[in-house]
């Protein structure tokens, strides 16, 4: 089955810790989003990626990293510089320019 | 500043009734608007629009876009309580494919 997976679902880290959150994707799509939604609000974007070993900052990257070693693959660490890492987490790809994104389940991070 | 504003912000209807959400937008180069529903977890893909007056249509929801007046809207009819769900309106800028989210409009469909 075609499809985007992150994992893990639930994640609970201490505040100072940093935290990587996993995406995979076997759908062939050039091109990964990571996305962060908070309550009430819709979804923004922190960084993607159009082509492995390329990426580049989205409107909230501060306090964020990834890597694009692989087509199939796009981790997003959040590390202790992010002020308010608690939120759920929404990985997406797709072909490219013009075709729509297809989101995987999502990873809620809660950090105490 | 890219802007996507989504209204209502929450609904409440009766089953069977029909519902029109709205999204406008202020974007610089727009490519394509996009509607998703979000249950509980991931956005699942609805429509994307990118020319105007043309509606698409998938069983009994339907869209348009307005490429003049910069906004969209969303039509559900005979609403059923597995309507109930947040729907996203997302504009894609650029060539980067960047999509710009509205905050949702929050519908529930009662019996």
């Known amino acids: 089955d075609g499809g985007i997976t992150q994992s893990p679902k639930y994640l609970f880290r201490k505040e100072g810790q940093n935290v990587t959150l996993s995406c995979e994707q076997n759908?062939?799509?050039?091109?990964m989003y990571w996305y962060r939604q908070d309550p009430g609000q819709g979804l923004r974007l922190i960084y993607y990626s159009q082509i492995v070993n390329d990426f580049q900052k989205g409107d909230i990257a501060e306090g964020y990293s990834v890597s694009r070693e692989k087509k199939e693959s796009f981790p997003l660490t959040v590390t202790s510089a992010q002020k308010n890492p608690t939120a759920f987490y929404l990985c997406?790809?797709?072909?490219?320019?013009?075709?729509?994104?297809?989101f995987g389940p999502g990873t809620r991070l809660t950090v105490t | 500043e890219d802007k996507v504003v989504q209204s209502p912000l929450s609904l409440v209807v009766h089953e069977g009734d029909t519902v029109t959400l709205n999204c406008s937008y202020e974007v610089t180069n727009f490519r394509s608007l996009l509607w998703y529903k979000q249950e509980k977890k991931a956005p699942t893909f609805l429509f994307m629009l990118t020319s105007s007056g043309i509606e698409k249509k998938s069983g009994r929801l339907s869209s348009i876009l307005d490429k003049k007046e910069l906004f969209s809207i969303l039509n559900i009819t005979a609403t059923q309580t597995g309507d109930s769900a947040v729907y996203l309106c997302a504009v894609e800028v650029g060539t980067a494919s960047k999509l710009t989210f509205g905050t949702g409009t929050r519908l529930q469909v009662t019996l």
């Open positions: 759908l062939n799509h050039d091109a």
């Open positions: 997406a790809s797709s072909r490219g320019p013009s075709y729509e994104q297809y």
